[in-house]
């Protein structure tokens, strides 16, 4: 008796086991725990984005500029940049007046007609709307 007492127990400490690791399976499976590289389409880039007093403009070339009227600048007097998108990486080089480039790249979170928003690596994240 005292031996088939040992092979129950036994059984049951495996039962346990296996639905304790099921358990844990189904819970790693409900979660997201791969980054899943988004892809957003890049035709929705193109056009007139304000936030606030920042506007940025994408043609659909690969081209564009961005002023900020809080800094007194006109849309005529905006930097000029070159950009791309992949997946979710927007990539834009700025032109600076004085020569010299620099890049700027951000992670887009949500792109669609009318909202477009992305973030740096140091925490600023930016929404836009479509304005035109």
Same mark, same amino acid.
């Given at each position: =008796?005292?031996?088939?007492?040992? /092979?129950?127990?036994?059984?049951?400490?495996?039962? /346990?086991?296996?639905?304790?690791?099921?358990? /844990?399976? !189904?819970? =790693?499976?409900?979660?997201? !725990?791969?980054?899943?590289?988004?892809?957003?389409?890049?035709?929705?880039?193109?056009?007139? *984005?304000?936030?606030? $007093?920042?506007?940025?403009? %994408?043609?659909?070339?690969?081209?564009?500029?961005? *002023?900020?009227?809080?800094?007194?600048? $006109?849309?005529?007097?905006?930097?000029?940049?070159?950009?791309?998108?992949?997946?979710?990486?927007?990539?834009? /080089?700025?032109? =600076?007046? =004085?020569?010299?480039?620099?890049?700027?790249?951000?992670?887009?979170?949500?792109?669609?007609?009318?909202?477009?928003? %992305?973030?740096?690596? %140091?925490?600023? %994240?930016?929404?836009?709307?479509?304005?035109?």
């Amino acid at each position: =008796m005292r031996k088939n007492h040992h /092979i129950i127990q036994s059984i049951r400490k495996n039962c /346990i086991f296996g639905l304790f690791f099921c358990l /844990i399976v !189904l819970l =790693m499976a409900s979660c997201d !725990l791969f980054n899943r590289d988004e892809k957003f389409d890049k035709t929705l880039l193109s056009g007139y *984005w304000v936030k606030g $007093t920042l506007h940025e403009f %994408y043609n659909a070339n690969g081209t564009g500029y961005t *002023w900020d009227t809080a800094d007194d600048v $006109t849309e005529e007097e905006a930097q000029p940049f070159t950009w791309t998108l992949e997946k979710a990486t927007l990539t834009q /080089i700025h032109q =600076m007046e =004085m020569g010299g480039n620099v890049p700027k790249t951000y992670t887009v979170t949500k792109l669609n007609t009318t909202s477009l928003e %992305y973030h740096d690596d %140091y925490g600023k %994240y930016y929404s836009f709307v479509k304005d035109k």
